[in-house]
DNA sequence: GCCAACGTTGGC
DNA sequence: GCCAACGTTGGC
């Protein structure tokens, strides 16, 4: 079981769009870079948790926890010229963007905002991916103890 | 809107 | 392979 960190910007993909879904779930597309990417088609594996993160917004924070339900396929908004996502580098014969789905677990009744995470920044956060200088991947991996930690907050 | 910190691109 | 130019991300 592993554990990661979804971002989403949440003006284009929010935690209630997602509840939104059927059953709750949707597939993750519009990764566009390749360490993101590596995670997310090497490492998830189907059951692992996530929790969701609002990007880019007002209020930046965790926001609810996801299980990933199916593993990494090829992303087909890659392949469509009219999507903001479009790539003429990935066709479907040898694609090089990769989504996963994800369902919602549970939105949580008190967001944990980037500011609360940040304060443990040199104690039990010390080593969280998202508070390292200048890290912008859309999709990070979360230790056990900082998953233990952060959902305790 | 600003700007730091990247990642990507492309000429050489 | 190097590196300058450029584009993007994301907090503030």
């Known amino acids: 079981m592993n554990y990661w960190l979804f ?19 949707e597939h993750w597309d519009g990764v566009r ?4 990417r590596n ?3 090497d490492k998830m594996r189907k059951h692992d948790l996530g929790f969701f993160y609002h990007s880019s917004c007002a209020e930046p924070a965790i926001v609810g926890i996801v299980r990933v339900t199916k593993e990494a396929y090829p ?7 009219g999507d903001k996502h479009f790539d003429d580098k990935s066709d479907p014969t040898s694609p090089r963007w990769f989504m996963v789905d ?4 549970q939105k949580l009744d008190v967001p944990i905002t980037l500011q609360t995470l940040k304060s443990f920044n040199n104690r ?3 080593d969280f991916a998202l508070l390292k200088r200048g890290n912008r991947l859309s999709i990070m991996p979360v230790t056990k103890s900082q998953w233990d930690f952060i959902l305790g907050l």
């Open 33 to 36: 870079n390749y360490q993101a």
């Open 75 to 81: 992303d087909h908004t890659a392949f469509d010229p």
């Open 102 to 105: 994800v369902q919602l677990v």
């Open 7 to 25: 971002k989403s910007e949440p003006g284009e993909f929010s935690i209630d769009d997602l509840a939104s879904r059927p059953r709750k779930t």
């Open 124 to 126: 039990a956060l010390r």
């Open 39 to 41: 995670f997310m088609r």
